[in-house]
């Protein structure tokens, strides 16, 4: 078979680096099946570099030996010669109580549904293993994708040659050998779940307390009051610091094991453990518009004080903690790449932008109607707006670092749809590497993000995000506002909206990538849309 000189590196083998070697797969049978030599040739040559011993990346478990079935895959080629001897331990972040927490249609791929692959009807909510398990049988359906893998290998830097025009790669073996490699390309698939994210201030303000204090991801690690107290959670009182997804998985997890109560402090209440209509046993109390605030000084190093944020809902102190579980999420592992290819930098603040730069008058300028306007009217936006989305990295566009193409990036953008996000930005890299897609000139891209931070000023949800005056107008509709019933028919409008907007970003995003499915795009979805 004949292939392309070009040589690419992608660093992570979870479901980046694996949609990234299927969509390659799947765009290598389709040409062998029409006889498209040239096509073949412009195909890259990809090596991946994987830490752990096996692909899956937060959706493994290394407390699970028996992931190996259909979760996981040995190592190969040459790297299996080189790390054959060494333990096959596997890394990763994630608790091993991880469940989705958005409906399975949003985790399910058009191509292999999960009726083609459990052959039964299944729950809402899937675990953890069974996503693997689906994930892995899909993306190896038309040829083993890991035989370029090395597993077993971490990356210690990646540096860009401006002279040559080449990525050298500094990677360490688990016996812990160092290879340096040189690329045309990289693309980065680590995963935005790279590492715990610990707020220091968090440790600052609890210095004084005498109970455990871990991150969700070590939630196994919990002990208990004595050698023989295998259940460290059952009869404890609970403190969740963050109200996400892990604050909702974790909370019914400690249900589960026996808790006697559990807190759930939260700083804007706009988590999914604050959307919650009831908690089994009503053992979960949330302290909404709350931030801890230290360790009361009683004598016990048990009893903690918060910082009421919304007058509104004054939190009181909370006695008798033994445990605290910082919910706090997980940022991204960008340390291997050097400063300048890093699409956003972990040790500053967000870039800044306002009305003016894109060509509108921040007094003059107005949100189209939607459900929210009847309470809210105008908000006038704010004079500095943030300019990082869910789709927008102020670094990058649409997955390209604008300062060097070079480097690409894929991960999701925390939506409903994680999964297939993953797979539609696998395919925009390959577009681009391919030629399918053209490579925009950095004002062509500078421009474009301009555009989309305009455009998602007409979303309710994102706007939130982006611009303070219109989460301080949010944050203040009163609490029996249908805003804070799920179950409302204005919720579900809301939800409509909001979701509208991801799948037409979405839609765009397949139609740059000639994805096989089409959604439509921006300016409208589809009937399969």
Known sequence: MLLSLINYNVIGCGPGGMFFLHALATKRKQLEDVGDVEGLMNLPIV????????????????????????????????????????????????????????????????????????????????????????????????????????????????????????????????????????FDKCIWASGMNGKPKMPVEIFEKLGGFKGQLVHSSAMDELTGSSPDEKNAVEGKRILLIGDSYSGEDLALQCIKLGAERIFVTTRSATGSASYMGSWPEDRVEILKFSNVSGVKDDGTGKTLVFDTLNEKYPVPDVEDISIIICCTGYIPNLHMLEEKLQPWKESEDCGEWCMEDVGENTKTWRMKENCLTPILGHVEPSTELESNTDFIVENSYRRLLISNPNMMFISDCSTDYPLLEIDVIAWLCLAYITGERAIPTKTQMLEENARELLESMQNHEVRYYIDENFKEAVDLIPEDHWFHDATSEENVLFERESGSYVLRVLAGYMRDAKYPLNLGDMDGLNKTG
């Open 47 to 182: 090596t991946v570099f994987e830490k752990s011993a096996s692909p899956g990346g937060v959706w493994r478990s290394d407390r699970n030996r028996d992931d190996g079935a259909k979760g996981s895959a040995p190592p190969h080629g040459e790297c299996q010669n080189q790390n054959s001897n060494q333990s096959t331990e596997t890394l990763t972040n994630m608790y091993e109580g991880l469940w989705i927490n958005g409906h399975k249609d949003g985790m399910e791929f058009f191509d292999y549904t999960f009726e083609d692959h459990f052959k039964t009807p299944q729950p809402i909510f899937l675990p953890r293993q069974q996503i693997l398990d689906y994930v892995m049988t899909r993306v190896t359906m038309h040829e083993d994708i890991f035989q370029n893998v090395c597993f077993n290998t971490s990356v210690d830097s990646v540096t860009y040659d401006e002279e040559d025009e080449q990525f050298a790669i500094i990677s360490r073996d688990k016996g812990g050998t160092i290879t340096t490699s040189r």
